[in-house]
């Protein structure tokens, strides 16, 4: 598809998601405290912008978001290009990387609050998690998968250990691990709500919380809206860079 | 170079195969010899053994005198499907071998350069790999092999992807850049007019387990005249020594 009629392809969905939206309200006549209807939500997120809260907790979360996902990103790739060239220790770490990986983040947010207190870090940490296997399995299998030409070509010319490292394995491996940069993306946005919901008193989780316990759901709403319209964003801006990889690595023409 | 006894097997499910067995030839400098064999007889094995990328079960492989024992720049091997690095431009594949070496970029440009001119594709320096026709890529892929000046230059079916005009141009391009160089070639081939057209010699490989079979030296100078008798004459023989050499009871085979 072309990007112009992606866009407009995007614009219709989510239009027709607020129609049906609305036409559940009225049909079922919902009162505002019960679901609120697309216009309180939009006031709602008037209300938010007016009063400055909007984006101090959207900068806050994006901030968090950031450090956690790129923090995760740099030891994920680091750690998988080493595991994923000496096959013994992958072997090795393997069945341990498996049965950590289906914990959810926030099993962990007991020990996570004791460990590192609250505020930024807690939700720092459970992102951090989140985006940190899928990266690690991505580029495990991905270095794993390098075309075995390009390594000879690389002893041929005797390219010492590191040098193949950063000039032959890494690019070689580069549009898998962005795959999996852009899957990990969507994984770790999931639980900025629930790291944001544990011991911080700020960003898009916060707001969440904080609404319900003044019931204002009109505003839950809103912090809902904010966090897909983000998340779709940010996806889309990761798939648009993986497709610039993709064409820069010749995997398309 | 001089190879000595050599043999390979592998194993695979549990059943050991010897794919090379005891087999021995010699090199001299600035010689062109083909090494001419059916598909599976063991031809790029054997390359990769003399290029130090596996090890030979027994015997050795010695390049002026020294035992190889890894892959060197001494001797550059180019792979079938050429080995291009597609996120690097024809430029940056050239300069990865020279990468070593303690150049100023500007003189290692400089030089990579040099030997895509040698190819006839400086114009192309700034193309990445992808946008190439196969028979350029097999020039990038020999001009990377000769800008780290290696003595001995290993081919795997270097023109089998391409069509037969190419191939004709690229062969003639190759006799060129090697009286140029004065590097010595070994090259793997199972195209007859090819080894006859290229080599000095000729080595005949019979399968299960891959041998020598037969050496056969080409004696018209070059350059050939693809069409003149003493080519046609050679390329008979060898089609004559394939059948003579080729292991009774005789399977289905044709050339
Ligand atoms: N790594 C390997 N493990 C197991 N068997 C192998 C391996 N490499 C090659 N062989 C076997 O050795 C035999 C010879 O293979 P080789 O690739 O050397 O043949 P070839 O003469 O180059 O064939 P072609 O002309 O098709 O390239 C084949 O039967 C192949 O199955
Ligand atoms: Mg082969």
């Known amino acids: 598809m072309r990007p112009l009629s992606k866009t407009a392809a995007t614009a219709f969905a989510l239009l027709l998601l607020v129609a049906a939206w609305q036409a559940v309200v009225q049909i079922g006549h919902y009162d505002r405290s019960l679901l609120p209807s697309p216009l309180h939500v939009a006031q709602g997120i008037v209300e938010l912008a007016r009063s400055g809260v909007l984006f101090e907790d959207l900068q806050v979360s994006l901030l968090r978001f950031a450090a956690g996902y790129f923090s995760a990103s740099v030891c994920a790739i680091l750690l998988g290009l080493t595991l994923g060239r000496i096959r013994p220790l992958w072997t090795l770490v393997d069945p341990i990387v498996q049965v950590l990986r289906p914990v959810s983040p926030i099993a962990w947010s007991p020990f996570i609050v004791l460990w590192f207190g609250i505020g930024n870090a807690p939700a720092i940490v459970i992102i951090f998690l989140a985006a940190f296997f899928p990266v690690l399995l991505s580029t495990v299998k991905a270095v794993r998968s390098v075309d075995a030409t390009y390594l000879k070509v690389a002893q041929n010319f005797e390219l010492p250990p590191l040098r193949l490292l950063t000039r032959i394995v890494f690019p070689s491996a580069f549009p898998q691990i962005a795959h999996g940069l852009h899957l990990a993306i969507g994984t770790s946005w999931i639980f900025l709500v629930s790291g944001e919901m544990v011991g911080s008193q700020s960003g898009l989780g916060f707001l969440i919380v904080d609404s319900r316990n003044v019931l204002r759901l009109d505003l839950v709403m809103a912090g809902i809206v904010l966090i897909g319209v983000f998340g779709l964003l940010l996806d889309r801006t990761v798939g648009l860079l993986e497709r610039w990889v993709g064409r820069q690595w010749g995997m398309e023409k | ?255």
């Open chain 2, 1 to 255: 170079m001089e190879a000595t006894g050599l043999s390979k097997r592998f194993t695979h499910k549990g059943r050991t195969e010897p794919v090379l067995n005891d087999v021995s030839f010699q090199v001299g400098q600035n010689e062109i010899i083909s090494i001419l064999g059916k598909s599976g007889c063991g031809k790029s094995t054997l390359l990769h053994l003399l290029g130090g990328f596996e090890r030979p079960d027994e015997g050795t492989v010695r390049i002026n005198g020294q035992p190889v024992t890894g892959p060197s720049r001494n001797c550059i091997m180019l792979f079938q499907h050429y080995g291009l690095l597609p996120w690097r431009t024809v430029l940056g594949n050239v300069e990865l071998g020279l990468e070593n070496e303690r150049l100023p970029a500007s003189e290692r440009k400089e030089r990579a350069m040099r030997y895509l001119r040698k190819v006839g594709l400086e114009d192309k320096a700034g193309a990445f790999p992808r946008q190439l026709s196969g028979g350029m890529q097999q020039r990038v892929a020999l001009a990377r092999a000769l800008a780290v000046q290696p003595k001995l230059l290993l081919m795997d079916e270097p023109f089998a992807a391409v069509d037969t005009f190419t191939r004709y141009q690229l062969q003639d391009e190759l006799l060129r850049i090697q009286r140029e160089e004065r590097t010595t070639i070994i090259l793997v081939t199972h195209d007859i007019d090819e080894a006859v057209y290229l080599s000095d010699r000729v080595l005949l490989m019979g399968a299960n387990p891959g041998t020598i079979r037969t050496e056969l030296a080409v004696p018209a100078a070059k350059p050939r005249d693809r069409g003149h008798e003493d080519f046609l004459h050679v390329r008979r023989t060898v089609l004559e020594r394939f059948e003579l050499t080729r292991a009774a009871p005789a399977p289905e085979f044709s050339i």
